[in-house]
């Protein structure tokens, strides 16, 4: 049996030194926006995608991609990290399904959260995370570092 891999793509995004991350009832823990690239989409666009049917909020991408001299092809936002997820197991330990995430940070202009997308969880699950509440929570030390860098690549971008 071969292992399954699907491409996701996530967006920490961040207003006013602060990221938002939401409750995920399947996993347990907090995450930030994020989801499956279907099959017409580029990652980075599926990232900014599930932002707004996650959040309803208008995500702009950080991005310090260098530009290339590419008459016939377009450069693509870098993802700040590709990172490798086991999902599902089977009962031996051999992992049947992974996620190829491609990560990225976006800046958004407010924090009121309104879902825009169908069975998306509700605004009250989400919160707002400063450097402060991320040093002290328990949220996934993964999760942290990329939250982390997220706010300082925002504060550089101002």
Known sequence: METTRHFTATVYIVNDGAVA???????????PPGGHVDRD?????????????ETG???????ETDPVDAPAGEVLPDP?????????????????????D????????????????????????WAWYDEADLRESDVDPDTVQFALE?????ERAD
């Not at 939401?22 to 995450?31: E, K, P, Q, T």
């Open 150 to 154: 997220a706010i300082d690549a925002a």
């Open 21 to 31: 991350l939401h409750r995920h009832d399947r996993l347990g823990i907090r995450v």
């Open 102 to 125: 491609h990560v990225y940070y976006a800046t958004v202009d407010a924090r009121e959260v309104a879902p825009a997308g169908d069975g998306e969880a509700n605004a009250e699950v």
């Open 80 to 100: 700040r990290h590709q990172m490798l997820y086991d999902v599902d197991a089977r009962e031996d330990g051999r992992v049947v399904h992974q996620h190829v």
């Open 57 to 63: 909020l208008d995500p702009e991408l950080l991005d």
């Open 41 to 53: 989409e580029l990652p980075h666009e599926a990232g900014l995608r599930e932002v707004r049917e």
